[in-house]
């Protein structure tokens, strides 16, 4: 059984100036690999810092795909370096950096593998129930994980946006984490990579029935769009909000 899939992107500005956000796949006859990026660095230095995360890792996935969560995370040290490397001492360059949060899936095989920095996040649906989620590098996250908070308080709390990882940090400081083992996909299974600026307003109770509701990729992110909308309504500014979804299917 060849895996097949249905992709579906949105990407916009929300009540930012900039969209920082970008996002991409590649895929080969073997294997489809999936990046979303989420910038920071003021006056457009976040929009370049998630580009060039995108580019970078999908470039240098495509001249030798990996297959596993460790080499994911080798992949992801090395575009940090890139982002690093980008830098200049002054201008939009200078403190620029960027979440990351990428899927790997081997479709001759039927594995599916991540890894991810930062508050980007990875959703796995499976009949329209998530199953797993990344877990954040952020200062809430480690509050919540303490037990200091509950997960209601993350999507409201003031310090909501402090992240205690990013690509763009000096290699000895970086912290990412990856899937612990290669995972085992099913034809159905639905995958959601997205920025904050998506699941800060949508819970994960929001996100399973809208899935359950939604008949192709497109329509379930058109109405994650709305129920954003909806959200925000009355605020003049709010974050940019990316998603990326892809809807595994089969074929003899």
């Known amino acids: 059984m060849m895996i097949t899939f249905d992709i579906a992107i949105m990407s916009e500005p929300g009540g930012r100036e900039y969209n920082e956000d970008a996002c991409g796949h590649w895929a080969s006859d073997h294997h489809l690999c999936c990046v979303l990026a989420d910038g920071a660095g003021g006056h457009g230095g976040g929009d370049i810092a998630s580009k060039l995360a995108v580019t970078s890792l999908l470039t240098d996935f495509a001249k030798i795909p990996t297959t596993d969560g460790v080499e994911l995370l080798g992949l992801l040290r090395r575009v940090n370096q890139a982002v690093l490397d980008g830098r200049e001492p002054t201008g939009v360059r200078r403190d620029m950096h960027t979440t990351v949060v990428s899927l ?117 992110l058109v109405t994650l769009k709305n129920l954003i909308s909806l959200a925000t309504s009355g605020r003049v500014r709010y974050d940019n909000f990316t998603a990326l979804t892809v809807w595994l299917q089969g074929m003899p």
């Open 104 to 220: 790997v899936i081997d479709t001759a095989q039927g594995y599916a593998d991540w890894a991810h920095c930062g508050d980007s996040r990875l959703y796995w649906f499976r009949e329209g129930h998530l199953l797993e989620r990344t877990i954040d590098h952020s200062f809430v996250q480690s509050l919540l994980t303490a037990g200091i908070i509950q997960e209601h308080e993350v999507r409201s709390h003031p310090k909501r946006s402090v992240l205690l990882s990013a690509l763009g940090s000096e290699p000895d400081e970086l912290n990412a984490s990856a899937s612990v083992s290669s995972r085992q996909v099913n034809r159905g299974d639905v995958f959601l990579l997205c920025s904050d600026g998506v699941w800060e307003h949508l819970p994960d109770d929001v996100l399973e029935h809208s899935l359950q509701q939604a008949a192709t990729p497109q329509d379930w």
